[in-house]
């Protein structure tokens, strides 16, 4: 089976307007696609925004023992963002999809088998390439993808009807399309004595959330500030003036939910096929006050009846969205209350930032055999350069060791503007993952240039 990866790491789904993105934001949107490598295997083609480095190609040939030299790279001519982003003007482009068809050859021809196309999110663009070059039955799910289906399953207003449909718990709220609704959805809130969190109806990380209080004393986490407000007239005041930035102009709906402090987030992974739902993995995500990690799996920090709850809840909210006609990953994100309830708050249908901590590192590098017995910790922090952190984690020995299963392994680079490493510790519990992360963040930062 051949594949063909699509790295289009930011839609407008995800993120909101592209546009808005800073030159940054675009060039660690371009490094975060060459992720798309470590799901590589012999004869894989992929379709990125820009050529990774052939110190991070070579490291992740290293580990995956996929020969480099076997796979395709095809990088797009720059669309009307440049090249940070796999825009659909880019994945549209006829070069592109004469070099797509001369890559894949007799992978394509009239009934196209052995093949499977696996981008980051399955939207309209990826489903019209498919279409191009005759590999609708490579893309899992067609059908759904190119009628816009993905953007439903990431709308976080759509998720309250599909889970209040499927009879999953969610966080008391409702979806409003005016100012006069939303003010009247978080006084109510707010005057209850709850804190209330609004959430923009297509974003990613918490980036698009913010949190109301009734007082002070309230520390966000699942977005980057909390915000308070006493009275009618105060809450009128921000919602006009807030209101275009959280429907961005307009566009989209908002929702508005009850917001319970010092819960804790947690997320069940799923694969969503033909022949049903396969639970990929939990984790526990880490804020600070937005998403900086993650610790998996999610029983080793959370009660094992939790967890079982989270997996059963969450496979039922899968289930309603492969009656829809979606396929592929999906994360089910939840929160655990400081009461101890399990409240679903969204649904991520893309390979997400968790995906390949289960996908690759858990089930490829770490194996079946010693996976039970490992915790994975996800980060990021600051380093100069991909060979300067690979060097310096490799003269301190702290490398990923096959034989144990243990040890650390670089994810990705976000560019030299934001100077920053993602990263995995694999360690045997919590304690010695915890403690190999304080090892490692400063000697990444120091690593010399």
């Known amino acids: 089976m051949r594949t063909l990866l699509i790295g289009n790491s930011r839609t407008e789904e995800m993120v909101g307007d592209l546009a808005g993105l800073s030159p940054q934001a675009r060039e660690a949107a371009g490094y975060g696609a060459h992720r798309m490598l470590w799901w590589a295997r012999e004869g894989d083609v992929l379709v990125l925004p820009t050529a990774p480095e052939d110190s991070f190609a070579d490291y992740v040939a290293g580990l995956t023992g996929t020969p480099r030299d076997s796979l395709t790279v095809l990088v797009p001519p720059p669309g009307r963002l440049g090249d940070g982003l796999l825009t659909p003007d880019r994945l549209a482009d006829d070069r592109l999809l004469d070099a797509l068809r001369k890559a894949l050859g007799k992978a394509l021809g009239p009934a196209p088998s052995g093949l499977r196309i696996l981008p980051v999110y399955a939207d309209t663009a990826v489903a019209g390439l498919a279409r191009r070059i005759g590999a609708e039955t490579a893309l899992p799910g067609h059908a759904f993808h190119a009628q816009g289906g993905s953007a439903l399953v990431n709308s976080k207003a759509a998720f309250r009807a599909v889970a209040a449909g499927a009879g999953v718990l969610a966080a008391p709220g409702t979806v409003v399309t005016d100012p006069g609704e939303a003010a009247r959805a978080i006084g109510a809130l707010l005057g209850e004595g709850h804190c209330a969190i609004l959430k923009q109806e297509f974003s990613g990380g918490g980036l698009g959330n913010e949190i109301l209080a009734p007082g002070p004393g309230v520390e966000p986490a699942g977005a980057p500030r909390v915000v308070v407000l006493s009275g009618d007239p105060a809450v009128e005041a921000y919602v006009a003036d807030r209101w275009p930035w959280l429907t961005e102009g307009g566009r989209h709906r908002l929702v508005v939910e009850r917001y319970y402090p010092a819960a804790t987030p947690v997320y069940a992974e799923f694969d969503v096929a033909d022949h049903g739902v396969d639970l990929v993995g939990t984790g526990e995500m880490l804020m ?74 858990g089930a490829r590098l770490v194996g079946p055999a010693l996976r039970p017995g490992r915790v994975l910790l996800g980060g990021e922090c600051p380093a100069p350069s991909f060979p300067a952190a690979a060097a310096a984690l490799a003269a301190a020995g702290l490398g990923f060791d096959p034989a144990t299963g243990t040890g650390v392994v670089l994810v990705n680079h976000f560019g030299p503007a934001a100077a920053a490493v993602m990263y995995c510790v694999i360690a045997e519990d919590v304690a010695g993952a915890r403690e190999r992360q304080r090892e490692v963040a400063p000697l990444l930062a120091g690593a010399p240039v």
């Open 288 to 361: 600070d006050p937005v998403v900086v990690g993650e610790i998996v799996p999610a029983l080793a920090t959370q009660p094992p009846d939790a967890v079982a709850e989270l997996i059963a809840e969450g496979r039922r909210l899968c289930e309603a969205y492969r009656a829809l006609g979606y396929r592929g990953t999906i994360s089910a994100d939840a929160y655990r209350t400081a009461a101890g309830e399990i409240r679903f708050c969204e649904a991520n249908g893309r390979i997400t930032g968790s995906t390949h901590l289960h996908t690759v590192m």
